[in-house]
């Protein structure tokens, strides 16, 4: 089984619904957040191990490089420039296809391993943590998140707390789901983007249902929407300062007693989603 | 001159804070929402858009099923999964497909071609105050959102009279390209954090990545009174990195109303937080001095 968690953007509770859910459930926790990962500061994982991300960055050797203008052709990502003495690699362009290798006639260009970021594999209570972290004035995130994507586990039940916004990044998370998890808050900005992650995710034909976080007396404005589009309120969490507190120092919402009885309720109806879902696969 | 917004991660207030300044400033400044995969600032304020754009940000392969021989070089290459055995013939994983050329550089049968992808649209709007927004919506799920910023960001500087007014941009979330592409040349910077342990370390990192491209940063602290302590230890930490912090924003439930009923915070006389707001705005237009 896995669960993707989005949110049409971030700050709306996605971190805290993954977190505390995976930790109600008892299942792996995958943070694809690579850019701000918080993951980490809620579950607290132990013996965790870290290791290097890298893409293959080319490199030219001048000597055999005949200025053919081949290999700049051929980057789509202007990763390559050729000032007329020789080729310029902007390292950070670079996408690590290795096109430019492979059309090169002469042979002049190699790859070394670069390094983008980290991922980190360890465990918390009784499940594994996988997550990782960009580099920073690193641009590009995707290599790491399919990174952490290959580490998983075959067959493992886990949720994954995928990165803010609908891009190309969330779709590498949601890509393969049982179920997604679409947290929003009651505002006009919250549905806004909330709709935008719902196209995303129909788009890839995967069952979803809609938490919303901050609740407040403005509810309606998301229950309206969900009851138009046939989408299921798993639960709402609401707005207290005694929970922004527990947040701000960085422990798990469910250590109070109120909102834990919130979690075991949207943990039984997710469960039933998610059996619905395969089911019916 | 420019001036960013940034905050690390979404939901620290960034929005409240644009909009706030951008209902202040009226027609003196010009508004870039680089927020390209929820652009919301529009929400706010009524406007027309008066031009929009289609936009590509990125290639995807196609294959050829009567061209392809099925040797399958072409999956050995690709460094992105985004190759399968089809019934036919090797096919292309749209999704997957970062359209670096890989493929087409082996295909010894030329069966695969590049195309552009339509992966959203500029558009640019004149709000009710007679300013104007430079905005766009990426499409979901699509590439290329730092390629549509600098294309949204360039839009800005080519109005009438931009090299004369303040150019007010919301910068994206995160710390990778997007906002790399919203912050590259900016002269002024506000971060907007939060007093949450998961807020500062956001706060550190973003704050790294606008040193390296030399945007001269303030920090405003949304909600300090959540946690107060947590807010002393960021501005320790803003102190020992000389950092200016412009003003400390009070929890405030005036903005779930503003929210909901979307209009700048500051036009709710009644809100503690709408004051800091404005006291915030004339420190940082002192600071810029304009
Ligand atoms: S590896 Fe790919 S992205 Fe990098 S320089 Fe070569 S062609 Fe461009
Ligand atoms: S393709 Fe090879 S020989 Fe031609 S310019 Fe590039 S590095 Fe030089």
């Known amino acids: 089984m896995k669960i993707a968690v989005l949110s049409g953007k971030g700050g709306t509770g996605k ?59 051929t980057c789509q990502f202007n990763a390559l420039v050729n000032t007329g003495k020789r080729i310029l690699v902007f390292e950070d362009l670079c996408h690590g296809c290795g096109a ?58 886990h949720i994954v707390d995928c990165s803010p916004g609908t891009s190309c990044n969330v779709v590498k998370g949601v890509d393969g789901a049982d179920y997604a998890i679409m947290v929003t808050e009651p505002s006009v900005f919250g549905l806004h983007d909330l709709k935008l992650a719902v196209e995303l995710v129909e788009e890839m034909d995967i069952p979803m249902g809609i938490i919303i976080n901050r609740s407040n007396e403005y509810d309606p404005l998301i229950e309206d929407y969900a009851k138009d589009s046939n989408l299921r309120i798993l639960g709402k969490i609401p707005f207290s300062k005694a929970a922004a507190k527990i947040y701000s120092e960085g422990k798990l919402l469910i250590e109070e007693p109120a909102i834990k009885e919130i979690f075991e309720g949207i943990k039984k109806q997710v469960l039933e989603e998610v059996d619905h879902a395969i089911s019916h696969s | 001159m420019q001036l960013v917004i940034l905050s690390g991660k979404g939901g620290t207030g960034k929005t409240t804070l644009v909009s706030s300044f951008a209902h202040l400033s009226g027609r003196d400044t010009i508004k870039v929402d680089c927020d390209v995969d929820a652009s919301n600032l529009h929400l706010m304020f009524e406007g027309r858009d008066v031009d929009k754009r289609p936009f590509s940000g990125s290639k ?193 439930p005036v903005v779930n109303q503003s929210n909901f009923e979307s209009k700048p915070l500051v036009v709710y006389n009644e809100s503690i937080a709408g004051d800091e707001i404005k006291k915030i705005w004339d420190s940082i237009k002192s600071e810029m001095g304009v």
């Open chain 2, 60 to 252: 995807k392969a196609i294959i050829d099923p009567e061209a392809c021989i099925n040797c399958g070089r072409c999956q050995a290459v690709c460094r992105f999964d985004a190759i399968e055995q089809g019934e036919k013939s090797y096919q292309v994983i749209e999704r997957s497909c970062e359209g670096c050329n890989a493929c087409r550089v082996v295909c010894p049968a030329d069966a695969i071609r590049l195309e552009e992808e339509d992966s959203g649209e500029m558009i640019m709007t004149i709000l009710k105050d007679d300013s104007y927004l430079s905005r766009a919506n990426l499409f979901p799920g699509a590439d290329g959102s730092g390629k549509l910023i600098s294309e949204i960001r360039k839009a800005s500087l080519e109005l009438e009279n931009a090299r004369e007014k303040l150019i007010i941009i919301d910068g994206s979330p995160g710390i990778g390209c997007p906002v790399m592409s919203s912050i590259t040349g900016v002269e002024y910077g506000i971060i907007v954090t939060e007093p949450t342990q998961s807020g500062f370390e956001d706060f550190k990192r973003i704050y790294e990545v606008a040193r390296h491209f030399r945007v001269k940063s303030y920090v405003v602290i949304n909600k300090f009174d959540l946690n107060p302590a947590m807010s002393d230890q960021i501005e320790e930490y803003c102190r020992s990195k000389e950092l200016k912090v412009l003003g400390k924003i009070p929890y405030d």
């Open chain 1, 100 to 157: 430019c290798s492979l059309a090169c006639p002469e042979k002049a260009i190699s790859e070394y391993p670069r390094k983008i970021g980290v991922l980190f594999e360890g465990t918390y209570e009784k499940a594994d943590f996988f997550s990782g972290r960009m580099a920073l004035n690193e641009p590009m995130a995707g290599p790491i998140i399919s990174e952490i994507k290959r580490r998983i586990p075959k067959g493992r039940d």
């Open chain 1, 15 to 73: 971190t805290t619904v993954s977190t505390n859910l995976a930790y109600a459930m008892g299942i792996d926790y995958v943070d694809f957040d690579v850019e701000e990962p918080n993951g980490h500061i809620f579950l607290k994982p132990r013996d965790l191990k870290e290791s290097d991300v890298n893409i293959m960055t080319p490199v030219i050797d001048q000597d055999r490089c005949t200025l053919c203008n081949i290999c700049v052709e």
